[in-house]
């Protein structure tokens, strides 16, 4: 997808994710995030659009750190942390807005940290924010029970981007032998072969003989690999415990730099 695909989205699922908040309310449980509240999924991305903001616009106190005053010192005006109950939804929709500037206007040879393979520091970061404010659009709406099911090119994207480059971070597993798990939109040409075993997690980009294949439109496979959805609106063919192995063992990790990032690889992470 290019850029201006992954910013729009980040704009226009911000604003639905705010709409999903302002009709649940602040206590509203968000059941894809245990022990959340909408309160909680709202602070969570904020605090994200400002740290990635931060390496996009080049204000990042240090690389890839993500601690409140780091945030402070970057983005004095906004890391209010936090602002009054009244104040949070527009709270939020200004971090994103501040985000969505600055990858607006950031130059296509931008010099910044990033932590995901991609072609450019402006592509990784706005894919990634992409598809972080995506799924959390996704619990927002859970809450409310009007879930806009995601545009097929999108929802391909974003599972390329959890199989392709987020999972192939780790490199250890709590695993005796591999297990292989394929990846089928019923609705797009992609296709995903992911290996989990000891030594971690490995993807190709193409269809292969796996112990369970996943089929389904692209919109549920998504949320499906992001531990997300409904079951029932995909298909499960093979070993159906594979699929609890990658929901036990893979985990949406938020780095603060790369040495501890490593560090925690070893270990589980919350689900975001």
């Known amino acids: ?33 245990p022990g959340w509240q909408m309160r909680e999924l709202l602070r969570h991305l904020s605090e994200i659009h400002l740290w990635a903001a931060s390496h996009v616009a080049r204000t990042a106190v240090r690389a890839g750190v993500s601690e409140l005053e780091d945030l402070e010192a970057a983005w004095p005006d906004l890391a209010v942390f936090w602002p009054e109950d ?31 393979p991609a072609p450019s520091p402006v592509q990784m970061w ?22 806009v099911p995601f545009d097929s090119a999108f929802a391909s994207d974003g599972i390329d981007e959890i199989l392709t480059a987020m999972a192939p971070r780790y490199n250890e597993l709590p695993l005796e032998s591999a297990v292989t798990l394929a990846v089928h939109p019923t609705d797009a040409e992609e296709r995903w072969t992911v290996t989990l075993g000891p030594d971690g997690i490995d993807t190709v980009r193409t269809a292969q003989h796996a112990d369970l294949t ?3 439109t692209a919109s549920d496979l998504y949320l499906a690999v992001w531990n997300r959805g409904d079951d029932s609106a995909i298909e499960q063919v093979g070993d159906l415990a594979v699929l609890d192995i990658w929901r036990a063992r893979h985990r ?11 560090a925690r690889a070893q270990g589980a992470a919350p689900v975001r």
């Not at 709409?19 to 449980?29: F, K, N, Q, T």
């Not at 990634?128 to 009007?146: K, L």
């Open 1 to 33: 997808m290019k850029i201006r695909n992954h910013i729009d989205a980040i704009q226009q699922d911000g604003e639905r994710l705010a709409a999903a908040a302002s009709r649940a309310g602040l206590d509203a449980p968000i059941v894809w995030c």
């Open 86 to 116: 009244a104040d949070l939804i527009e709270y939020y929709l200004a971090t994103n807005a501040n985000l969505v500037s600055h990858l607006d206007s950031a130059p296509a040879d931008l010099d910044t940290w990033t932590f995901l």
């Open 252 to 262: 949406s990790r938020w780095p603060r730099t790369r040495d501890e990032d490593e």
């Open 214 to 216: 996943l089929s389904g």
């Open 126 to 147: 706005a894919r990634r924010q992409a598809h972080e404010t995506a799924i959390h659009r996704f619990d927002a709406q859970s809450a409310i029970d009007s879930v």
